[in-house]
Each structure stands twice: as C-alpha cells, then as structure tokens.
C-alpha cells in the first residue's frame, strides 16, 4: 500500500516501493481509503446521536453534533484524496483491517470525553472499544443518569460492529478489485469467507439488508411489546450485534415483562446463526441451513444447557419464570450478547462453570455473536478423533470432516493452529488481569468475557458493576483480548508485525534520503 506525504515519488510504510500516483490529487492507498470511509461512517453515527440527544432535549446536543460533523469531514478527505489500488496484497487487508479498527475505536472514545461521561481517556477508549467489538462490557458507573443521545451512540457503535464496518466499506466502495473478499474474510466474524453473489461488492449489500431488515423487524416487536420508540431501537441495534448494552441498569429485566425477553430469546438465538445461511433461506432456499450440522449442534447445545441451568438453578421464581431465565441467560452467554435478566451469580458453582466454558466458544460462524465458533471446535473434536484412531491404524487414510463436508488437512492444521493461540490468548490474558489485584474468578472470567466479546461475568463482574472492580492495566489487556476475539487473531497479530517491520525501515530510509 502507498501513501505517499508528496507528489515527489516518496512513499510511507503504508505501501510498498514503486506506487504511484494516479490520478491527480488521488493517491494509491488501501489503508488510508478504507480508514477514512470508516471514520466518516462513525462521524455519521455521531451526528445522528446528536440528533436522538436533540429530539429527547438532552445537553449534549452541540457536542455530539460538532464532533460527529468534525469526525465525517476528516473520514471524507482521507477518503476522497485517495484510491485503491489495482493490486491488494494479504498482509495488507490484515494491516487495513486492524488499523481501521483502531482508528474507529479511536474516533468512537471522543464523544464520551468531550461530553465529559469520562475523566480519563482509558476508560473511555474502553467503552467504545467494548462498543464497536459488541462485547458489552463497561465502566460506566451510572448508566440511567447518561444522556440519551450518549447511550444511543453506545448503541450504535455495536451495531455498527455486529455485521461490521469493513464490510459496509465493501459495500459502498466503487471498486475493491480482488481484494474485496479478503477485506470481508479478515473482517467476517467466524472462519467463513463465502459469496453469495460472483460479486463481493453485492455480497457485502446483501449482508447488511439482511442485518437492517432484522433490525427493522425486532425494533418493529420490541415497540409492540411495550418499548418506547427509543429503547425499541437501541435494544434491537444491541440484540440484533449481539453486544447486550442497554440505557438501563438491570438490562433487558429492567421492563420486567416476560413478552419482552420471549423476543429477545429468538432475536439472540438467530443473531447467533449464520447470516448466510438465513439469506439463502430468505431466497426460498432453506436446505443448507437446515442440513447445517453446526445449526444443528447449535440448538442441542442451548437445548442442554438450558436443561442444566434450569434443574440446578433452583426454579426460586416458579417453574415458567425459571425455564425461561436459564434459556434467557445461556442464549445471552452462547450468542455472546451478555443481557441479564436474572442473579446467575448466585447459581450452583457447577453451571457458573458451564457458563464460564461457553463464554469464549460462541455461536455459528456468519453470525454476529464472538467467541472462537462452533465449526472450529467441532472441526478440532473430530481432527483429535481422527489422530486417537491413528494410534490403532498407522496408516488410516481418514479426512477431517464437519457435519458431511470434508476438511483439507491444511485448513485442520490452521483451526488447530488457531485454538492453540486462542487458549494462548486466553489463559495468557487471565494471568495478567489477575497479576493486577482480582481473584481467580473474577481474573478468569474477565479474560473469556473479554476475548468471547461477551460483557457480563462472573465473581465481581456481574451486571451492575461489570469491568469498575478491574484496575486499570487490566482493563487494558481485557482491551487488547476485546479487539483479538472480535477480529480473530490472525488479522491483528499479522498486521502488527507488519507494522513493527515497516516503521524501522521507513525511518531508517528517511535517514537515507536526509
């Protein structure tokens, strides 16, 4: 990728040697096209909190108009000053990717500090990174006393998330050459990189009409169920992201009607499908998703755990109150969307346990839930399964299948590869969080809440307080796992080495040239 600071044929890191300009005034650069058509997206986001803040008569009115204004202008220059180029390598979709994350994270912390909702820039760099990433953790102290307009944009910047901006980016591109679809796959929650149409760019606008209809419709119920037209809205752009913020404390049990949390059941338990699968059903083309055996061992599994948690939580609030609570509570905790309904914290240690192994699994591929995904656990129980029977049979001539499809053994070795790092990741991260002060608990479950992008924990982290009893350097690992889950490793850890390589050479070429 190019970048280059003048039209004197000098480049930035960004790119690679020999780009030039094309068109006068344009420059040839992936990077800085998709970052700002992003940032200008999350600027539009902005405003129209502004607006929300406006219509309720709230005080942050000229704040969130002024920077979601400020935000799109930068986005739009960096935008229109630049193009993309002809060729697009892997390692620089992973680099776009990563940063343009960053940078929304970025864009997305300044309404909370210039609003004054937060003090310091770690905590609100915080809070929107848990936005964008649909994790649902927070460090918002008084949630109900924040301004409407502040906790629509904390609404919205998980919708934004749950399909993803990249792939809103595709959508609306003029021309992503072939690196469309690799920009989708580093972006696309869940090791799926299929097409729905030969053409990416109608790909990724098919995707989103399914994500706005499914937001139309679930706000449209909510509405009817009881919901102001406000907290309809934001429930639905959280349900439909999976991310599980809500503009009240206690969550969806805030309304306290069972009506209410019937909805948000269904909408969490498709939000956690495949988003592909439910296009081609939509398309009067139902098979694939019915002969999905991740579907299908999608709903056991939330079948067996509500089973669990409804026989060993106790039923305290009757036998309807009770079943519906558990299948509440594991379809929020296998989606990844964290809403609470009830105290889980006070269940058996046992189905605490099962919770807490749920957290960094989460749903289908294609979906907007987090986690590392059902396909690669399952694609990881049969490659062991196949390795076990090779100690009877040396020379078994097995493949790694899923459900009736068939694994390369290169793609096994990378899945393989892939949960090796997770755990990695995982493990690692809970030995740092707990290195800051918290309990084994609390450090464990802050590190799958965080890298499964689920919000809510346990021990400390309940629903009330969330990440407040978690110091400072460990809300900073709980970030980093944040971004890691939701762009599922390989993207970031590439980038940064690309980016740790290119810095010392561009310097070291700079000197050069001086």
């Known amino acids: 990728m190019t970048l280059p600071i003048q039209s004197t044929g000098r480049v930035s890191w960004f790119g690679t040697r020999g780009e030039r300009l094309l068109s006068p005034g344009r420059y040839s650069s992936l990077v800085a096209n998709v970052v700002g058509l992003t940032i200008a997206v999350v600027g539009v986001g902005i405003a129209a909190s502004g607006v929300v803040d406006a219509i309720d008569g709230g005080p942050d009115v000229l704040v969130l108009l002024a920077v979601g204004v400020a935000v799109w202008a930068v986005g739009s220059v960096m935008w229109r000053v630049t193009i ?56 918002t102290a008084d949630i109900e006393s924040t301004s409407q307009g502040l906790l629509f944009w904390r609404s919205t ?115 956690g499908g495949s988003f592909t699968l439910y296009y081609r059903a939509l398309k009067r083309d139902p098979k694939p998703l019915l002969r999905s055996s991740e579907f299908r061992v999608y709903l056991l599994m939330v079948a067996a755990v509500t089973l669990w948690a409804f026989v060993a939580s106790g039923n305290d609030g009757g036998q309807a109150a009770g079943f519906r609570d558990a299948l509440f509570t594991t379809a929020s905790t296998v989606t990844t969307t964290g809403y609470v309904t009830t105290e889980y914290g006070l269940w058996s240690q046992t189905t605490q346990l099962v919770l807490l192994f749920l957290m ?40 790694v299948r899923v459900g009736s499809g068939i694994l390369p053994d290169d ?28 309990d084994m608990i609390t450090s464990l479950s802050s590190s799958a809440t965080a890298f499964g992008n689920v919000g809510p924990g346990l021990g400390s982290l309940d629903h009330a307080n969330d990440f407040l009893s978690i110091p400072a350097p460990g809300r900073a690992v709980a970030m980093g796992q944040m971004l890691l889950g939701r762009l599922e490793i390989y993207p970031v850890i590439l980038a940064l080495s690309v980016i740790t390589l290119r810095i010392p050479r561009a310097l070291h070429s700079g000197r050069r040239s001086d």
């Open 84 to 139: 993309v180029p002809k060729q697009i390598r892997i390692l620089d979709v992973f680099t776009t990717v990563t940063l343009a994350w960053i940078a929304m994270a970025l864009a997305g912390a300044i309404p909370y500090l210039l609003t004054g909702h937060f003090d310091r820039i770690d905590d609100a760099l915080f809070e929107s990174v848990s936005g964008f990433t649909t994790t649902g953790a927070t460090v």
């Open 157 to 271: 910047t998980q919708w934004m998330g749950g399909m993803g901006v990249i792939v809103l980016v595709v959508a609306v591109l003029p021309t992503v050459g072939s690196g469309g679809m690799s920009l989708l796959a580093a972006e696309a929650p869940g090791p799926t990189g299929e097409r729905l149409t030969p053409r990416v760019r109608e790909t990724a606008r098919r995707l989103w009409a399914v994500y706005v209809g499914f937001t139309i419709v679930l706000a449209a119920l909510y509405a009817a169920a009881g919901m102001s037209l406000y907290d309809a809205v934001s429930h639905s752009f959280t349900s439909v992201s999976t991310g599980g913020f809500s503009p009240y404390q206690d969550s969806i049990g805030a309304f306290d009607s069972a009506l209410i949390e019937w909805i948000c059941i269904v909408a969490m338990l498709l939000a």
């Open 360 to 399: 960094p699994i989460g749903a289908m591929a294609g979906s907007t839930a987090g986690g590392v995904k059902l396909v690669r656990v399952m694609a990881i129980a049969s490659f062991a399964h196949r390795e076990a029977l090779r100690h009877l049979h040396p020379h078994l001539v097995r493949p």
């Open 411 to 438: 793609v096994a070795r990378r899945v393989v590869g892939f949960m090796i790092m997770a755990l990695a990741i995982f493990g690692g991260g809970a030995v740092l969080i707990s290195a800051t002060g918290p």
